[in-house]
């Protein structure tokens, strides 16, 4: 605040009943997290980024519930190595079973060619899908089926996204790190 900054920090922790353990400071927005954060916003994210920009102070207005992102990877993800990616992914296509349904789907190193979708860059990272919902279920469940829409081949990505919310949050409200 004395230096006047003007950004996202983002403050990465592991914690259990005892302590919390900070891992990592960033001051920029992180991969996939800005991607998965978008959808929670209701402000459009030009608008949110220039008023963060300029200082202004204003009310982030965003969605309750939960969202979850599934990064759609190939190889050589999570490496990047030109020469592997050259060998196996490159202008790998990507197929969208329902043309134009682009709801929660964040392009990462893609591009279009020819009309059609393919993976680019050297990384492997093709797509970050998100769902949104009430619960954590409910978001899980429409992020795979979202994922579920997208044809990419040799793709892989987890599968297990959200699955340990409910144990997590029993032992965080425990913990007295959350409260209803």
């Not at 991607?35 to 300029?54: H, K, N, S, V, W």
């Not at 992914?89 to 009309?115: A, R, Y």
Request: proline content about 4%.
């Amino acid at each position: 605040a004395e230096e006047k900054y003007v950004g996202y920090i983002d403050l990465n922790c592991i914690v259990n009943g005892n302590h919390i353990y900070p891992l990592e400071f960033t001051a920029r927005f992180g991969y996939p997290t800005i991607q998965i954060q978008q959808e929670g916003m209701l402000m459009p994210t030009g608008e949110f980024l220039y008023d963060l920009a300029r200082g202004m102070d204003f009310e982030l207005k965003t969605r309750k519930g939960f969202q979850v992102g599934v990064a759609l990877v190939v190889a050589p993800f999570p490496y990047g190595d030109k020469r592997i990616f050259d060998a196996y992914s490159k202008d790998t296509t990507i197929v969208f079973k329902k043309p134009n349904q682009f709801d929660g789907i964040h392009i990462s190193e893609t591009q279009i060619i020819n009309g059609a979708w393919v993976v680019a860059g050297y990384t492997g990272s093709a797509l970050v899908v998100v769902g949104t919902g009430q619960t954590m279920k409910h978001a899980q469940q429409q992020a795979y089926a979202r994922v579920q829409g997208i044809l990419i081949p040799n793709v892989y990505y987890r599968t297990d996204i959200g699955d340990r919310w409910g144990e997590d949050s029993d032992r965080l409200h425990n913990w007295g790190y959350l409260r209803d």
